[in-house]
Structure formats: C-alpha cells, structure tokens
C-alpha cells in the first residue's frame, strides 16, 4: 500500500492499575421526559475511570499536567476543581466529554440549538417520515401568560380555558393523518413536514464538553428557562452528577446557586443605600436579590 506515513511503532502501554467503566457496563443511562420525551446518556469521555475514581479524574489530570503530580488524594482533587470552577480556570472541565440522544418536540429543539458549542446530528425529515409524535401538555401544566414577565408565565390557567386549549391540540394533531395521506400522494417529505406543528417531536445525536454543558445548564436549568426545557436541562444534570459528582457540586456551588453582584449592588451593599440606578428593570433584579440575600 503506497503511504506517506511512515511506520510508526506505536507502544501500546498498560493502565497504572485497574480501571472501571465509568457507565458501569450500560449501553446508555435514560431518563424519560413528558410523554413521549428522553435524554439518554449513550458515552463518555474519559470512559475508564482508576477504580475508586470517578469522570472528575479527568479534570484533575489535565490541571495537574503542568507540575505533573498524576496520583493525589481524591479530597485533594475535590479542592483542586472547586478552586479551578471558583476561578473559572475552565479548559480542564472540556477534558470531559459527553454524548446523548435526545428526544424533544421541535419547539424545545428550537431554544435548545442556539447553544453553538455542542455537536449536533439530528433527524432529517426530509429523509424520513416524522413520527406521530406529540407534545400534548395536561390541563394542569397550561400556563397563565405573565403580566411582568413577557416571556413566560408561571401561574395556571384556569381549568375551562385550558381545557379548551388542549382540546384544541387534539385536533392540531390531526394535521399528522393528512401529513401522512399528502406523504402518500406523493408530495415530497421536505414539503409535507410544513403542515406539522411545532408540538411534533424530533431527535439529535448531541456531544458536549463538561465546560459548555455546565454554561448550557446555568441557562437552561434557570428558572428564567421555559419550564419544558428545564425538564430536559434538569435530567441532564441528574444523569451527569453521578459521572462527575465533585465538578456537579462545585457548578451547583459557584455558578448556579451563587448570585453575581454589579458594582452597583456592591455600592448599595457597603454603603446602606438604594441601588444608584433609575433602571426599574435593574431595580427590581437588585430586590430579588436581595430577597435571596436575606436583606
Ligand atoms: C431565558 C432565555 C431567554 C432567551 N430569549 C431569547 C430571545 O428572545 N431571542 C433570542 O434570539 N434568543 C434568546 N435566547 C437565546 C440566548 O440569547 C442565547 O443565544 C442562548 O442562550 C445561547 O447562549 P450562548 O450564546 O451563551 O451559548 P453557546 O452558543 O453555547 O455559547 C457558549 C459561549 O461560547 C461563546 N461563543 C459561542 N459562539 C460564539 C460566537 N460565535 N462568538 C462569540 N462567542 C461565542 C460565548 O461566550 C457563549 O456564551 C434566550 C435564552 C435564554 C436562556
């Protein structure tokens, strides 16, 4: 075989000790969401894990390179990633790496694939049939639009309206027979998929870095998210936590339970005094901030 590359010879050299499947020997780790939903862990990178470790190794490895001090205590290595997520020294968190299969109505896809820094392969339904596959919420999960928060709401509806609405759905999801019977006549999938609503389903391959997975989270597990993709956000942190348990707490800790401060807000701190802003929208985050503050 004619090759430029020479004949290396490559030394295939043995673990230090024993190592451990870091997925405990499973194809995939899911967790099912809504009726027809799912996040399914399917890898990891590092998969073996030194036995007693967990995926966190990683991290410390990476950090460690630069003095080389490859085996330490893992109640040193738990204070080595806080230290590293506290300062927000990031790179050793994208030593770790993860890839799912996810399962989403395409509303759900569509605030989900604004985040550049994962890899995406997602169904085509240009190639293929979409699913008869709905995202139908219960009576009790339709929401009351916000008066002070435009983008979303909290409270329910009432039960007549929303029961209405739902109602309404079942008949949007009709849309998918004549979906079916115009697939059938021969109209072209890529245009039949046109008259589907934005409750229908769809499906990625997605890999991300633990870095870009925790800035994801930080946004999508917040409770400015919309309520359906925080249920997605909330079982990928269920299912990653366990992989690697000291880098979840340290995020939980110095990103996603902890407030950041204006220098505005740290003024009105130190001085006892309102916050130096006539901003009614910067206002009112600094009471709720302060309300967590217990000020
Ligand atoms: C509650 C909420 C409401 C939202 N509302 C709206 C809305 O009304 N309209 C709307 O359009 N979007 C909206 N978004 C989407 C939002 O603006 C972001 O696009 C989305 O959250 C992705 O964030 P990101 O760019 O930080 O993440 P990622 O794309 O995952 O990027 C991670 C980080 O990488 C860096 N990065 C990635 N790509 C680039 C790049 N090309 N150039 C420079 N830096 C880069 C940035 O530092 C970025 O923070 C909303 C998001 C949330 C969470």
Same mark, same amino acid.
């Given at each position: 075989m004619s090759w430029p590359i020479p004949n290396y010879a490559i030394e295939k050299k043995p673990p230090e000790g024993e190592l451990v499947d870091i997925m405990g020997g499973a194809a995939r780790w899911e967790i099912k969401v809504h009726d027809h939903g799912l996040v399914a862990l399917?890898?990891?990178? /590092?998969?073996l894990a030194p036995a007693?470790?967990? !995926?966190d190794f990683a991290i410390v490895q990476a950090a460690r390179v630069s003095y080389g001090a490859g085996t330490k205590q893992i109640n040193e290595d738990r204070g080595l990633i806080r230290y590293l997520a506290r300062h927000r020294h990031t790179t050793p968190f994208e030593m770790v790496e993860f890839k799912f299969h996810h399962v989403m109505p395409i509303f759900v896809a569509r605030q989900w694939i604004r985040h550049r820094t994962a890899n995406v392969n997602e169904y085509s339904a240009r190639y293929s049939v979409v699913k008869d596959r709905f995202y139908h919420p219960g009576v009790e999960d339709v929401r009351k639009q916000s008066a002070t928060n435009r983008q979303g709401g909290t409270e329910p509806m009432d039960s007549l309206t929303a029961k209405e609405f739902c109602d309404y759905l079942d008949e949007v999801e009709k849309s998918y027979e004549k979906y079916e019977k115009f697939i059938e006549r021969g109209i072209a999938r890529e245009i039949a998929r046109? !008259?589907? /609503? !934005?409750s229908v389903y769809t499906e990625w391959y997605w890999k991300i870095d633990l870095h870009n997975m925790f800035h994801f989270l930080s946004l999508r597990m917040d409770d400015h998210a919309q309520q359906e993709i925080r249920d997605y956000a909330n079982a990928m942190f269920a299912l990653i936590q366990p992989i690697v348990p000291i880098a979840a707490e340290a995020f939980i800790d110095y990103n996603f339970q902890s407030i950041h401060l204006t220098r505005l807000e740290v003024e009105a701190i130190k001085l006892s005094k309102p916050l130096a802003s006539e901003n009614k929208r910067e206002n009112t985050e600094w009471d709720e901030k302060k309300k967590k503050l217990g000020l």
């Open positions: 399917t890898d990891v990178m /590092p998969r007693g470790k967990t !995926a046109i !008259a589907l /609503p !934005a």
